[in-house]
């Protein structure tokens, strides 16, 4: 029974390998960078970049490789990790690039795909890292023009009007900012409309406090209806509740990922415990999501990047 175990094993894999072609043929894959720490040679717990499997791209097309084991991993590692090159890109923009590490053996137990990062310029502050991908080709990106102010206002009332319908109170909505706005390509149409807002309230009751996180992400466009045009919200993503099981959505970017023409907004949905990626973007006429990536969680640390050897002075 354990070689047909074995066997069915790989004819899976050949399965998933024929459906979305050599892992080395694919036109893109696309990693977050995460902050971890380890210790280093003196003993002293030290912060270091690693990139984070988000998604491969096939066509127009998201995916998921196969739920690793050792054997797939090892696989995965040979043809996107060990030594390979990445460019980094932070707000629509080349921010530097990095080689993968690949760690000897799979290095989470919730199934993501990490390995640390060695570049040779400092990249940037690792608190930024949480608005940085890497990807193994250039990203074909186009000029975002900046969202007028009185298109912003209406947004901002479409998003409080969002937070109503939950059973918020209109002036609560009020204390809830815009964190973060973009616009995003759509071919053929005036430019979407993309925003963060979220906000941690506190109320005592009875003695005891009582947190309340809301974070909503918006996407709007304008519609015409009867000779009118109006902004309408087209995606609305919303946690809110207790911080500690409430989905907090934190934008990546907002770029033509899968070549397109459309713009994807690549978000990062983060809880107290874990995290996953989604990629949302217009497809078939409306807003939709495209992709939800692997789940991963805060409990695994990576070895740090060996130090680079200096070379030796010459004789």
Avoid at 124 to 129: E, G, K, R, V, Y
Avoid at 270 to 277: A, G, I, K, Q, V
């Amino acid at each position: 029974m354990r070689s047909t175990k074995v066997d069915w094993w790989w004819l899976g894999g050949l399965i998933w390998l024929v459906a979305a072609g050599p892992l080395w043929a694919a036109p893109g894959i696309i990693f977050a960078l995460q902050e971890r720490s380890a210790v280093d040679s003196n003993g002293n717990l030290a912060p270091y970049p690693a990139i984070e499997f988000v998604a491969q791209i096939r066509g127009e097309q998201f995916r998921n490789p196969a739920t690793p084991s050792e054997t797939e991993y090892q696989f995965f590692s040979k043809n996107f990790l060990n030594g390979k090159p990445y460019l980094l890109w932070r707000k629509g923009e080349q921010v530097g690039s990095g080689t993968a590490v690949a760690p000897d053996k799979l290095p989470s137990l919730y199934g993501t795909i990490e390995a640390p990062l060695k570049s040779e310029q400092k990249l940037l502050p690792l608190s930024d890292l949480d608005l940085t991908i890497a990807t193994d080709q250039p990203l074909k990106l186009k000029e975002h023009k900046p969202v007028a102010e009185e298109v912003l206002a209406i947004v901002d009332d479409l998003a409080r009007a969002a937070l109503v319908k939950q059973g918020i109170a209109e002036e609560q909505t009020k204390k809830v900012p815009r964190v973060w706005v973009s616009s995003a390509i759509v071919p053929g149409k005036p430019d979407a409309v993309v925003a963060l807002y979220r906000y941690t309230s506190t109320l005592k009751q009875g003695g005891a406090t009582f947190k309340r996180l809301t974070s909503l992400l918006l996407v709007a466009e304008q519609v015409n209806e009867k000779g009118q045009t109006t902004w309408q919200p087209q995606l609305t993503l919303l946690g809110l509740g207790n911080p500690e099981n409430t989905t907090t959505y934190g934008p990546l970017i907002v770029a033509d990922l899968n070549g397109d023409g459309y713009d994807d907004v690549l978000v990062r949905e983060t809880r107290y415990d874990r995290w996953n990626y989604g990629v949302y973007s217009r497809y078939d006429g409306r807003w939709q999501s495209r992709y939800t990536g692997r789940e991963g969680n805060y409990s695994n640390d990576l070895p740090a990047p060996a130090e680079e050897e200096q070379p030796s002075a010459s004789p």
